[in-house]
Nanobody, 116 residues
Framework: QVQLVESGGGLVRAGGSLRLSCATS????????MGWYRQAPGKQRELVAEITRSGVTNYADSVKGRFTISRDNAKNTVNLQMNSLKSEDTAVYYC??????????WGQGTQVTVSS
């Protein structure tokens, strides 16, 4: 099991920026794919962005061009830089580590609130 600890959430005005970080308890090279998901009130959890061990990234259409996911191999962290934030980005953001098709681990979540 991978322990994940998110940080960096908070309250920001529309158009502003936030940077989320996720610290992992295992070396990041041992994790196949790291991702950020979010869940807004009354909605299902959805993928925001993910990055593979080899650095291939994938983004939800709603965040393309505004969010950037990156891995810091030396610090075993995954970051999500969020720019041009919109009120619809308001949600709890969760870090995810996928070691295999059968093993997914989640962080506790961090709240992001964007005021309009």
């Amino acid at each position: 099991q991978v322990q994940l600890v998110e940080s960096g959430g908070g309250l920001v005005r529309a158009g502003g920026s936030l940077r989320l970080s996720c610290a992992t308890s295992r070396t990041i090279f041992s994790i196949s794919t790291m991702g950020w998901y979010r869940q807004a009130p009354g909605k299902q959890r959805e993928l925001v962005a993910e990055i593979t061990r080899s650095g291939v990234t994938n983004y939800a259409d709603s965040v393309k061009g505004r969010f950037t996911i990156s891995r810091d191999n030396a610090k075993n962290t995954v970051n999500l830089q969020m720019n041009s934030l919109k009120s619809e980005d308001t949600a709890v953001y969760y870090c995810n580590a996928r070691l295999s098709a059968a093993q997914n681990d989640w962080g506790q979540g961090t709240q992001v609130t964007v005021s309009s």
